[in-house]
């Protein structure tokens, strides 16, 4: 039950995080908005949930959010991409702030009432005393017909090839006479639409509200660095790493204490740090990901599959 | 010659707007509190408690000389931004402030207060605590400024583990809170009375989570299913209580959860139908409590924002403000804290209530109320529309629920 539910959150952040890679790989850029897409995909379903059901929100949002990120590329990013990086950078960063403010001036700064579809609460089948909820296999189904349409897409189709084409030789390929221009413009509003979805889908099965981008913001972030910059298949595997991760931990009730104490060694509360060592793995789950994050920098800076070498 | 009159009635009306200023007294209270960020859901409504119990409680409605202003300050929660808020607040000559949710913002408020009116005599702050319930408060950590409307930690355990004690069907108990000051008093006073109460329940587990930031409570579910609990007790609030409960329906959990916050916006839908007669809160009312004076004031509340009215430590507050201003014939802060300790009044279910003087801790009745289809005598009201609502199961008497306290109260 773990294993799937740690599955689930996963291909969730791969979900979120396949789109801030891509757009790196091609640009160099870190989108630092690409959280706040994620937010702005739940927000649209919530609303056009309420005005009609749950499935046009589902098609609509991620289309609606992919137009608004190339757009964004189209007449923002574009024009700045001539400043450098860190012009690009900034602009991202403060269409995050934008965004936040924006969609607290029109939905309020506290959560809204975005919830699943009474259809999917049914669970799906037992395991040991415990169901697994219809719509967290929805969840999963999901991502991975995104992840193997992705991969389909890249590997498979004309288009994919000119991506990738673009994305390491973009002089050659303009040269050939492809729009270059275009193809990014494409790409940034795929992984932005991808975002959206996983904030569709994402946003009534945990709570949806204005923080909900930083929260995830964070820890996307992580995936992208410990999976390698730009690379997909890193990007997978770190984001089922640290879902699992996340999930198991907190079921572990090891502690430095009861390690200690197995091994015969009396510790007590005058020990000199206790409240330290009893601390459960359990309790520091949520900051594994970023203790990860900082072990793999030192280690291998590169990512679980990064091809940079600088 | 034509006289104009217009400057005799000038005068006149501003002889009667000085005479109308000599009796009528404004007093603003500073409500620091988290209005945005993760817990801000609950702040918003919790604002509308004060805003409504001035309304109601002060001024013309409540044929009182004393009108209460309410001023919302932001905190986000963070005691920083707190802390930023209460100079703010005292340097634009606001004497009174209340807070509730979060007793680690409520900590850092007590002592930088104390601070406050020992280093500015005359212009001293009191704290009107609404929620904050960590039983420090009016044990080791008491100050003459602090005083507080809901019941302590110590008080509600108390209260479950009394009522928790007669439960035959419990054997297995599982403590899940949030990771602070609030959270770890909660864990530690559950285990501790339910030892001693019923030395035969095993706590299966005690753990706690980081406060507002889990989104995903399945694995903690999964844990309090593996270790075959048949009861939750949890201090959980606000989205952190929501989540849980989503979780735990998602997961098919079976099992009795014992809450404090049950009632809190957002909750009651999350629980809806599937909690029926599983799910129980503590509390020092709710809206179907025993000859419940505060009708009027739910039924008004309900369609004036369309939001269940819960928070009666809110209007409490007001209350005992409005008294003790009245009392003190005076804003000052000083004089109105020392009239408001040790002040009766009737309670929102027609009990005696007292601002106890010993530790600034009110005294009040205590419930335990059970999740229950609405309709018939004991369930009038379901809350937030679910067609469900909470009946008492238990009730204590103010005194059969009071705790004693090892408060030195400094002077006031």
Same mark, same amino acid.
């Given at each position: 039950m773990s294993m799937l539910n740690g599955l689930s959150y996963g291909l969730l952040l791969f979900?979120?995080s396949?789109?801030?890679?891509?757009?790196?790989?091609?640009?160099?850029?870190?989108?630092?908005?690409?959280?706040?897409?994620?937010?702005?995909?739940?927000?649209?379903?919530?609303?056009?949930?309420?005005?009609?059901?749950?499935?046009?929100?589902?098609?609509?949002?991620?289309?609606?959010?992919?137009?608004?990120?190339?757009?964004?590329?189209?007449?923002?990013?574009?024009?700045?991409?001539?400043?450098?990086?860190?012009?690009?950078?900034?602009?991202?960063?403060?269409?995050?702030?934008?965004?936040?403010?924006?969609?607290?001036?029109?939905?309020?700064?506290?959560?809204?009432?975005?919830?699943?579809?009474?259809?999917?609460?049914?669970?799906?089948?037992?395991l040991y005393d415990s169901t697994f909820?219809?719509?967290r296999?929805?969840?999963?189904?999901?991502?991975?017909?995104?992840?193997?349409?992705?991969?389909?897409?890249?590997?498979?189709?004309?288009?994919?090839?000119?991506?990738?084409?673009?994305?390491?030789?973009?002089?050659?390929?303009?040269?050939?006479?492809?729009?270059?221009?275009?193809?990014?413009?494409?790409?940034?509003?795929?992984?932005?639409?991808?975002?959206?979805?996983?904030?569709?889908?994402?946003?009534?099965?945990f709570?949806?509200?204005?923080?909900?981008?930083?929260s995830v913001g964070a820890i996307i972030f992580v995936v992208v660095v410990v999976g390698g910059?730009?690379?997909?298949?890193g990007a997978l595997i770190a984001s089922i790493l640290i879902g699992l991760m996340q999930t198991f931990a907190v079921g572990l009730d090891w502690s430095i204490v009861g390690g200690a104490q197995s091994l015969g060694i009396d510790t007590t509360s005058e020990t000199p740090g206790y409240s330290l060592w009893k601390l459960k793995l359990s309790q520091i789950a949520p900051i594994l990901p970023y203790l990860l994050l900082v072990l793999m920098l030192i280690v291998r800076p590169k990512g679980i599959m990064g091809?940079?070498?600088? | 010659?034509?006289?104009?009159?217009?400057?005799?009635?000038?005068?006149?009306?501003?002889?009667?707007?000085?005479?109308?200023?000599?009796?009528?007294?404004?007093?603003?209270?500073?409500?620091?509190?988290?209005?945005? =960020?993760p817990?801000?859901? !609950?702040?918003?409504?919790?604002?509308?408690?004060?805003?409504?119990?001035? &309304? @109601?409680?002060? +001024? *013309?409605?409540?044929?009182?000389?004393?009108?209460?202003?309410?001023?919302?300050?932001?905190?986000?929660?963070?005691p920083?931004?707190?802390?930023?808020?209460?100079?703010?607040?005292?340097?634009?000559?606001?004497?009174?402030?209340?807070? =509730?949710?979060g007793s680690n !913002?409520?900590g850092?408020?007590?002592?930088?207060?104390?601070?406050?009116? &020992? @280093?500015?005599? +005359? *212009?001293?702050?009191?704290?009107?605590?609404?929620?904050?319930?960590d039983p420090d408060?009016?044990?080791s950590?008491?100050?003459?400024?602090?005083?507080?409307?809901?019941?302590?930690v110590d008080?509600?355990i108390?209260?479950l583990t009394?009522?928790m004690?007669?439960?035959?069907?419990i054997k297995n108990v599982y403590v899940i809170g949030q990771n602070y000051s609030f959270g770890q008093q909660v864990s530690k006073f559950t285990e501790e009375m339910l030892k001693k109460k019923r030395p035969d329940v095993k706590i299966v587990g005690n753990e706690l989570h980081p406060l507002g930031q889990v989104k995903d409570f399945a694995p903690y579910v999964a844990k309090i299913m593996a270790a075959n609990a048949d009861s939750v007790v949890t201090g959980n609030w606000?989205p952190d209580l929501?989540l849980l409960v989503r979780a735990a329906?998602a997961a098919g959990y079976k099992g009795n959860f014992y809450t404090f916050?049950?009632?809190?916006?957002?909750?009651?839908?999350?629980?809806?139908?599937?909690?029926?007669?599983?799910?129980?809160?503590?509390?020092?009312?709710?809206?179907?409590?025993?000859?419940?004076?505060?009708?009027?004031?739910?039924?008004?509340?309900?369609?004036?924002?369309?939001?269940?009215?819960?928070?009666?430590?809110?209007?409490?507050?007001?209350?005992?403000?409005?008294?003790?201003?009245?009392?003190?014939?005076?804003?000052?802060?000083?004089?109105?804290?020392?009239?408001?300790?040790?002040?009766?009044?009737?309670?929102?279910?027609?009990?005696?209530?007292?601002?106890?003087?010993?530790?600034?801790?009110?005294?009040?009745?205590?419930?335990?109320?059970?999740?229950?289809?609405?309709?018939?005598?004991?369930?009038?009201?379901?809350?937030?529309?679910?067609?469900?609502?909470?009946?008492?199961?238990?009730?204590?008497?103010?005194?059969?629920?009071?705790?004693?306290?090892?408060?030195?109260?400094?002077?006031?």
């Amino acid at each position: 039950m773990s294993m799937l539910n740690g599955l689930s959150y996963g291909l969730l952040l791969f979900m979120l995080s396949a789109g801030l890679t891509l757009i790196f790989s091609m640009m160099g850029v870190l989108n630092f908005a690409h959280a706040s897409f994620y937010m702005l995909g739940a927000y649209f379903a919530y609303q056009t949930s309420s005005w009609s059901n749950y499935w046009v929100g589902f098609l609509i949002a991620p289309v609606l959010v992919a137009l608004l990120g190339g757009l964004f590329e189209r007449y923002m990013l574009r024009k700045t991409h001539k400043f450098g990086h860190v012009a690009e950078l900034l602009l991202t960063f403060g269409l995050s702030f934008v965004i936040l403010e924006l969609v607290q001036l029109i939905w309020g700064r506290t959560s809204v009432d975005y919830s699943i579809p009474t259809s999917m609460q049914a669970p799906l089948f037992k395991l040991y005393d415990s169901t697994f909820q219809t719509y967290r296999g929805f969840m999963m189904l999901v991502a991975v017909l995104m992840l193997i349409s992705l991969y389909l897409l890249l590997k498979k189709t004309r288009i994919g090839l000119v991506i990738q084409a673009a994305l390491t030789h973009p002089d050659t390929t303009e040269a050939l006479g492809h729009n270059v221009p275009r193809v990014f413009a494409y790409v940034f509003a795929g992984g932005c639409g991808l975002a959206a979805l996983a904030g569709v889908i994402g946003g009534n099965a945990f709570i949806t509200e204005p923080g909900m981008a930083q929260s995830v913001g964070a820890i996307i972030f992580v995936v992208v660095v410990v999976g390698g910059m730009g690379s997909l298949g890193g990007a997978l595997i770190a984001s089922i790493l640290i879902g699992l991760m996340q999930t198991f931990a907190v079921g572990l009730d090891w502690s430095i204490v009861g390690g200690a104490q197995s091994l015969g060694i009396d510790t007590t509360s005058e020990t000199p740090g206790y409240s330290l060592w009893k601390l459960k793995l359990s309790q520091i789950a949520p900051i594994l990901p970023y203790l990860l994050l900082v072990l793999m920098l030192i280690v291998r800076p590169k990512g679980i599959m990064g091809t940079r070498d600088e | 010659m034509r006289v104009s009159i217009k400057p005799l009635a000038l005068g006149i009306a501003s002889a009667m707007l000085f005479a109308g200023a000599a009796s009528a007294q404004n007093v603003k209270i500073g409500f620091i509190e988290g209005l945005s =960020g993760p817990f801000g859901g !609950v702040g918003q409504n919790q604002l509308k408690h004060f805003q409504y119990a001035a &309304e @109601r409680f002060s +001024g *013309k409605q409540a044929n009182s000389g004393v009108t209460v202003e309410i001023v919302p300050l932001d905190s986000k929660g963070s005691p920083q931004e707190a802390l930023a808020l209460l100079k703010k607040a005292t340097d634009d000559g606001i004497r009174f402030v209340s807070q =509730g949710n979060g007793s680690n !913002v409520a900590g850092v408020l007590i002592d930088a207060i104390n601070k406050h009116n &020992e @280093r500015n005599p +005359g *212009k001293e702050v009191v704290f009107l605590n609404y929620a904050a319930i960590d039983p420090d408060f009016t044990n080791s950590k008491c100050s003459p400024w602090h005083f507080r409307f809901d019941a302590g930690v110590d008080m509600k355990i108390e209260g479950l583990t009394n009522y928790m004690k007669d439960q035959k069907d419990i054997k297995n108990v599982y403590v899940i809170g949030q990771n602070y000051s609030f959270g770890q008093q909660v864990s530690k006073f559950t285990e501790e009375m339910l030892k001693k109460k019923r030395p035969d329940v095993k706590i299966v587990g005690n753990e706690l989570h980081p406060l507002g930031q889990v989104k995903d409570f399945a694995p903690y579910v999964a844990k309090i299913m593996a270790a075959n609990a048949d009861s939750v007790v949890t201090g959980n609030w606000g989205p952190d209580l929501v989540l849980l409960v989503r979780a735990a329906q998602a997961a098919g959990y079976k099992g009795n959860f014992y809450t404090f916050y049950a009632g809190v916006i957002g909750a009651p839908t999350a629980i809806g139908a599937a909690g029926a007669d599983r799910v129980r809160m503590v509390s020092y009312w709710h809206p179907n409590s025993a000859q419940s004076e505060f009708e009027s004031v739910y039924t008004g509340f309900k369609a004036k924002f369309n939001e269940e009215f819960y928070t009666v430590a809110a209007v409490n507050a007001v209350r005992f403000l409005v008294a003790s201003v009245e009392k003190a014939k005076s804003t000052d802060a000083v004089k109105v804290a020392k009239a408001m300790a040790g002040m009766k009044m009737k309670g929102a279910s027609g009990e005696d209530i007292e601002m106890r003087a010993s530790d600034g801790a009110l005294q009040q009745a205590m419930y335990i109320a059970q999740w229950t289809k609405a309709g018939g005598k004991d369930v009038k009201f379901d809350q937030e529309n679910t067609g469900y609502g909470f009946k008492t199961v238990r009730y204590l008497m103010p005194d059969q629920a009071s705790m004693a306290t090892t408060c030195k109260m400094p002077k006031r």
